[in-house]
């Protein structure tokens, strides 16, 4: 159980910004914008670097951008 606990203590960072509206795009994705807490253009959001946020982020490539954040 350590092992598990000091992995995620040492997960990094990423920044997810929305680049392009949701409107248009199918209720999936715009659930997905949602889920990363995304609400408009320009809104950015600090989530961490892990499996679950990726694939969010891979469903919506095209409406955000991705930043990796140095600690």
Do not use: C
Request: glycine share 12%; net charge positive.
């Amino acid at each position: 159980m350590a092992a598990k606990a000091s992995k995620s203590a040492k997960e990094g960072r990423i920044r997810v910004t929305q680049i392009r509206s949701g409107i248009g795009t199918k209720p999936k994705q715009r659930g997905t914008l949602r889920a990363l807490g995304l609400r408009r253009i320009g809104h950015s959001n600090i989530l961490p670097d892990r499996g679950e946020i990726r694939g969010m982020i891979a469903r919506v490539p095209h409406l955000v951008k991705v930043e990796e954040i140095d600690e």
